[in-house]
């Protein structure tokens, strides 16, 4: 399994660059965003480490510009700063996930790999409801207009569309799209539920999804 890392401070970059190694994973590293960037045009990867703050261009920099040329690699983010404001950004650029400096090495390797299994763990074909269609392969989101999903709400409308005929608790949403993550909770559920709202909206289309914070959500259609 191929990863990139954007770690500009080299002693944590050799760090990690070592721990995934001998977890066998195969590891190209990157010190500023330009090099990041370059890396990420020139190779296709399994997963990608971003650093927030990097010279040239930073982690976030990075990351719309992968997202805006449609590469949908999952992005796990590392930031120094606990604010929330940090993470909502990482989130709204497309990242799959966050990580706050300074964080234990197993807990980095729980992270990658949950983010890179949850990318084979999802069917490829193309699933409909009312005036939307969801092409899981590309993490694509249609109706009058498209927009692209990250990896991780494009599998939460997998689960959606799956189960468009019943309420799901925020709970079954968590063990179905975050397993094996302990730091995910409802909170985390309803920020997604917020962007894929969003992302409804912004395609013109008359679904929505119907649920308060911590409770249970279900697609809705207009007309229905």
Same mark, same amino acid.
């Given at each position: 399994?191929?990863?990139?890392?954007?770690?500009?401070?080299?002693?944590?970059?050799?760090?990690?660059?070592?721990?995934?190694?001998?977890?066998?994973?195969?590891?190209?590293?990157?010190?500023?965003?330009?090099?990041?960037?370059?890396?990420?045009?020139?190779?296709?990867?399994?997963?990608?480490?971003?650093?927030?703050?990097?010279?040239?261009?930073?982690?976030?920099?990075?990351?719309?510009?992968?997202?805006?040329?449609?590469?949908?690699?999952?992005?796990?983010?590392?930031?120094?700063?606990?604010?929330?404001?940090?993470?909502?950004?990482?989130?709204?650029?497309?990242?799959?996930?966050?990580?706050?400096?300074?964080?234990?090495?197993?807990?980095?390797?729980?992270?990658?790999?949950?983010?890179?299994?949850?990318?084979?763990?999802?069917?490829?074909?193309?699933?409909?409801?009312?005036?939307?269609?969801?092409?899981? =392969?590309?993490?694509?989101? %249609?109706?009058?207009?498209? /927009?692209?999903? *990250?990896? $991780?709400?494009?599998?939460?409308?997998?689960? +959606?569309?799956?189960?468009?005929?019943?309420?799901?608790?925020?709970?079954?949403?968590?063990?179905?799209?975050?397993?094996?993550?302990?730091?995910?909770?409802?909170?985390?559920?309803?920020?997604?539920?917020?962007?894929? =709202?969003?992302?409804?909206? %912004?395609?013109?289309?008359? /679904?929505?999804? *119907?649920? $308060?914070?911590?409770?249970?959500?279900?697609? +809705?259609?207009?007309?229905?």
């Amino acid at each position: 399994m191929k990863i990139l890392l954007a770690e500009d401070t080299q002693d944590l970059n050799r760090a990690i660059t070592a721990l995934l190694q001998h977890e066998q994973y195969e590891v190209k590293s990157a010190f500023d965003g330009e090099e990041a960037l370059e890396c990420i045009m020139q190779s296709d990867y399994d997963g990608v480490i971003l650093d927030i703050m990097m010279p040239k261009k930073d982690g976030l920099e990075v990351l719309k510009e992968m997202r805006n040329r449609h590469i949908l690699t999952p992005v796990l983010m590392l930031t120094a700063k606990a604010e929330i404001d940090d993470r909502v950004a990482g989130l709204d650029a497309g990242a799959d996930d966050y990580l706050t400096k300074p964080f234990a090495m197993k807990e980095l390797l729980a992270r990658i790999r949950s983010m890179t299994r949850r990318t084979g763990e999802y069917g490829t074909a193309e699933l409909k409801y009312a005036d939307i269609t969801l092409s899981p =392969k590309e993490c694509i989101l %249609s109706a009058h207009n498209t /927009v692209s999903l *990250s990896q $991780t709400e494009s599998e939460l409308m997998q689960v +959606l569309l799956a189960n468009k005929d019943t309420e799901l608790s925020t709970e079954y949403i968590l063990s179905h799209v975050w397993k094996g993550d302990g730091n995910a909770h409802s909170d985390t559920v309803w920020l997604y539920i917020s962007y894929l =709202k969003g992302k409804l909206r %912004s395609v013109g289309s008359v /679904v929505t999804i *119907s649920g $308060t914070k911590g409770g249970n959500f279900k697609l +809705l259609a207009d007309n229905q």
